[in-house]
C-alpha cells in the first residue's frame, strides 16, 4: 500500500514540476514550423539567408559561414545588432541527433567573442525546414513554448 501511495506521490511531484518548469518537449509544432527535408545534405544548404530584419548568415561550401546582424539572443553584446558581424564554422548534424540541425560554431562575433583573446568558442544553431531545393533557416527568440520564430530565406 505504502509502495502505492509512493509512486503515486512521486507522478504528481513530477506532472507539477513539469508544468511549472517547462521541462517536458513541445506537443505540438509551432505555426510555421515544418520537418527538415528528407536527404538533405550540407550542399543543399549553401548560400545566403536573411531574416526580416535584414540580418544574414552565408553557409559556405568548406564548412565556414559568416554573419552579419548576428546572433539576436546576445544580451551582453555592445554593439548594435545591425553592426554585429562574426564567421566561424557549421556543420549539417545527422537526423537523429538531438542537438542544433545546423550548428554554428563562432570564431569572432564583433566586440563580443574572439576565439583567439576569448578562449574557446561561441556555439548556436539553426533549424531547417522547406525543401532541398528550397532550404528555410530557423530559429526561436527566447522561450521555444512561445513560438518566436525568427526566419532566414535563402536569397539569389
Not at 528528407?38 to 553557409?59: E, F, I, K, N, W
Not at 546576445?74 to 541527433?97: F, I, K, M, V, Y
Request: aromatic share 10%; proline share 5%.
Amino acid at each position: 500500500m505504502n509502495r502505492r501511495l509512493g509512486g503515486l506521490a512521486e507522478a504528481l511531484i513530477l506532472a507539477a514540476i513539469s508544468t511549472t518548469t517547462g521541462c517536458f518537449a513541445r506537443y505540438s509544432p509551432c505555426p510555421g514550423q515544418g520537418q527538415q527535408p528528407d536527404g538533405l545534405a550540407s550542399r543543399d544548404l549553401v548560400g545566403t539567408y536573411r531574416d526580416a530584419a535584414d540580418g544574414s548568415v552565408t553557409l559556405k561550401g568548406d564548412g565556414t559561414f559568416t554573419a552579419t546582424g548576428w546572433p539576436t539572443d546576445l544580451e551582453d553584446a555592445t554593439d548594435p545588432r545591425e553592426q554585429r558581424d562574426g564567421n566561424g564554422t557549421w556543420e549539417l548534424a545527422s537526423t537523429d541527433s538531438a542537438g542544433y540541425p545546423i550548428s554554428l560554431t563562432f570564431h569572432r562575433i564583433s566586440d563580443y567573442w574572439n576565439s583567439s583573446t576569448d578562449g574557446g568558442y561561441y556555439g548556436t544553431g539553426l533549424y531547417v525546414d522547406g525543401s532541398r531545393q528550397v532550404p528555410r533557416l530557423y530559429e526561436y527568440r527566447g522561450d521555444p513554448d512561445v513560438c518566436d520564430l525568427n526566419r532566414f530565406k535563402r536569397g539569389n
